[in-house]
């Protein structure tokens, strides 16, 4: 099964033409701008520049500067200033440039836009997205490279999707719109499928025209097999992929791949199932390894059922260090082919 | 001003100080003998705003109800001058279902949706939002406003600067006011403050500034009516600072050992004071003060007893309502 | 037959040489008039090669191929 087909099967005509994933979501707020005026974009360079990875590119042709807003560099303002509006009854997308931005403005982001709706009890709602550009493997060392959807999901009020691929990207782009909640939409440079950084074959595909709706806290099973299952996201979907198929080819050994699409909701049934069946787990995650999301898929075969595992789980991750620059360093603690398929060799002891 | 207007001014402060009086004994009441935060029917922090309610009154008489308020920690007086519903609010301080926010906010996390007020305890942290009503008002084509009253240590607080940078850059429909109590906990506004008054800082981002001293109810009104004005007709927004007077402890519990002035302190009380200027104007009698008095005592602890007779949360519960 | 050139992106330097960045579409496949064919960069800036007619496209020019602006990189009949 292709990382393609469980968005096909959610759109309702054949997926003939192909996008990159930032034009994909550029469509998917497009085509909810259309159908409700109350969705607007704001941030740093999102209009004329289009985003700096592209996820915005042409809203402000069509949409003009009233719904399509450059912001000064004063993220704790305008992340406040969506919150606001969200409340008022608008439907802001607010970008923040990389999500290693987080600090300046995470008080407003986790304090406030994801506990507004628990703290009035239910009686006030934030439906909000905030999206952002995550993860590394270009050079743009330690402040610039950061995934961080592990801190994201930690804190309770907030939505986590890290779209893999094109058609997800918009799926989840317009349920995240259409969400009453406050929704961190994360994706990754790497699968944006940009003319001017390294690109993974699949960050280009087909999407469907019309809008439609990925679910969001559903995993999608992006490759089915028998021998282990690699429970991933993001960048790292595209990476796990590229070994399954090698080691099929090579050794006959047979991984399943899950791609997670959402941190929160967490659909934690589908690598119970899986686990179930293969009875291996390896997590691939380019976050930090330590306190966040390997450890909580860990956490979930552990304290549901332990005996699903016949040897223990295994984690690829990004150790503990902040992202190096030099290019030889930053691939070594970066979850690159090579670490992945090394530990999914060790893990079916092959 | 005519007479009715500044007879409101009085009843809301009137109001506003009963309620503290109110949350001060209940808060207390089962807390001894040695004080234990954690304790009785209103646990947490608790803080109250008497002496600041010139600053509440004075600008939220302005106000509509589609107006929207964001406040800070220290939210009670603002909250009743802009109309929250007195019944719902206490439940909430009181941690009950009945509550704005069925017991999960407490008393610094006051939400409502009728009134559009909301508060935060992070300092600050309301002002860009306000810019958020502001520009969701601007983007109807409405001629609401939304004000954000902040205190005078906030000031210093980059989402202050941020917040007033970016109104001003899109005149959005947005009132600034800075409490300043010269208290921030028990740092004294000179030794955080690099500058002497708060309303200068407007001249930085563009914006009129205007400091109002004395504590005085209706140099408050009339400022706040004209920046007001300026907003609903999308002149923009106005910073106010009311050089105003926190009468008890940053929070309950606060010996105020900092604080040199303490014992003249209770002599600056605004509200005798505005009663007095009324008694001399002739608007207010012996009588008619007293039954204000009663009429407050009576709103006040009509919704006391609301709350206290009302369920607490079932623990079963807790997990709810943390998404839509 | 229509001819697919290369965008004009650098004005300056109208034999400017780029890169065909990315092919949205495989070759022989038919495409609709004005479908998005491609992407194309010269230095930084980057822009849409889009079908001139609709038709079969022939692709002549490979992804990360260099070429210059104007030339022909694909054909539709």
Not at chain 1, 198 to 214: C, G, W
Request: glycine share 10%.
């Amino acid at each position: 099964m292709s990382v393609t087909d469980s968005a096909a099967t959610t759109a309702s005509a054949p997926a003939a033409r192909k996008l990159t994933t930032a034009r994909a979501i550029a469509e998917g707020i497009a085509q909810e701008m259309e159908r409700d005026t109350s969705v607007f974009v704001l941030g740093e360079d999102i209009g004329k520049y289009g985003g700096i990875f592209s996820a915005t590119t042409g809203l402000l042709d069509k949409f003009g500067p009233e719904r399509v807003i450059d912001t000064p560099i004063s993220e704790t303002a305008f992340i406040g200033l969506g919150t606001g509006a969200a409340v008022e009854g608008m439907r802001p997308i607010v970008e923040l440039m990389f999500a290693d931005f987080f600090g300046v403005a995470m008080d407003q982001i986790y304090n406030h836009m994801a506990k507004i709706c628990f703290e009035s009890g239910g009686n006030v709602r934030v439906p909000m997205v905030l999206m952002m550009a995550a993860g590394g493997g270009y050079s743009d060392a330690a402040q610039h490279s950061q995934c961080l959807w592990g801190t994201f999901a930690h804190l309770p009020g907030m939505k986590v999707v890290v779209p893999s691929n094109p058609a997800d990207a918009k799926g989840l782009m317009i349920s995240a719109i259409r969400d009453d909640n406050p929704v961190v939409y994360m994706f990754h440079k790497g699968v944006m499928g940009l003319p001017w950084m390294a690109k993974n074959p699949r960050s280009i595909a087909p999407v469907a025209e019309e809008p439609y709706e990925t679910p969001i806290g559903q995993a999608a099973v992006a490759r089915e097999g028998g021998d282990a299952t690699v429970v991933t996201v993001s960048l790292s979907v595209h990476h796990a992929l590229d070994v399954a198929e090698q080691l099929s080819a090579e050794h006959g050994i047979e991984l399943e791949v899950i791609d997670l699409r959402s941190l929160v909701p967490l659909d934690r049934e589908a690598v119970l199932t899986s686990v179930a069946k293969t009875g291996h787990l390896l997590v691939v995650d380019e976050d930090y390894q330590s306190f966040g999301l390997s450890g909580e898929i860990a956490a979930t075969v552990a304290e549901t059922d332990p005996g699903l595992l016949r040897a223990p789980v295994r984690r690829v991750a990004v150790p503990d260090v902040p992202i190096p620059y030099a290019r030889s360093l930053e691939s070594a603690v970066l979850p690159t082919r090579e670490r992945i398929k090394a530990a999914a060799r060790e893990l079916v002891g092959a | 001003m005519d007479e009715k207007t500044r007879l409101d001014l009085y009843r809301v402060m009137v109001l506003s100080r009963t309620y503290e009086e109110a949350i001060l004994r209940e808060y207390h009441a089962d807390k001894k003998p040695a004080f234990d935060i954690g304790a009785g029917l209103v646990p947490g922090e608790m803080h109250l705003s008497a002496g600041q309610e010139p600053v509440a009154a004075g600008v939220c008489a302005h106000l509509r109800d589609d107006d929207a308020v964001t406040a800070t920690h220290r939210p009670h007086h603002i909250a009743i001058a802009h109309g929250v519903d007195l019944d719902k609010m206490t439940a909430e301080i009181f941690g009950r279902q009945t509550g704005l926010g069925r017991g999960r906010g407490g008393h610094m996390h006051l939400f409502d949706p009728a009134t559009h007020f909301s508060c935060s305890g992070i300092v600050a942290e309301g002002l860009p939002p306000a810019t958020g009503h502001a520009f969701a008002f601007q983007r109807q084509g409405s001629d609401r406003v939304a004000v954000a009253f902040t205190g005078e240590g906030a000031a210093n607080q980059g989402a202050f600067h941020e917040s007033l940078n970016l109104a001003a850059l899109w005149k959005l429909p947005v009132v600034f006011v800075i409490e300043d109590n010269e208290w921030a906990i028990s740092v004294s506004r000179k030794a955080s403050t690099a500058i002497s008054s708060n309303a200068d800082r407007a001249a930085a981002y563009g914006i009129p500034g205007q400091r109002i001293e004395d504590n005085d109810v209706e140099a408050v009104y009339t400022a706040a009516g004209n920046a007001v004005a300026r907003a609903r007709a999308g002149e923009g927004p106005t910073l106010l600072e009311v050089h105003t007077l926190r009468l008890w402890g940053h929070f309950e519990g606060d010996a105020q050992g900092y604080r040199p002035d303490l014992a003249e302190v209770p002599g600056r009380d605004p509200i005798p004071a505005y009663e007095a200027r009324l008694t001399d104007a002739g608007i207010l009698t012996p009588d008619l003060v007293a039954s204000i008095k009663e009429e407050a005592v009576a709103r006040v602890e009509k919704a006391i007893g609301f709350a206290k007779s009302s369920p607490v949360p079932a623990p079963e519960t807790a997990l709810e309502y943390v998404f839509a | 037959m229509s001819e697919v050139r290369f965008p004009e992106l650098s004005k300056e330097q109208p034999d400017a040489e780029g890169v065909l960045a990315t092919w949205f579409v495989n070759d022989g496949d038919q495409v609709a008039s004005g479908q998005l064919l491609g992407e194309v960069m010269v230095d930084k800036a980057s822009g849409d090669v889009l079908a001139p007619a609709a038709g079969r496209v022939r692709l002549l020019v490979a992804e990360e191929q260099a070429a210059r602006q104007g030339t022909v990189i694909a054909t539709v009949e």
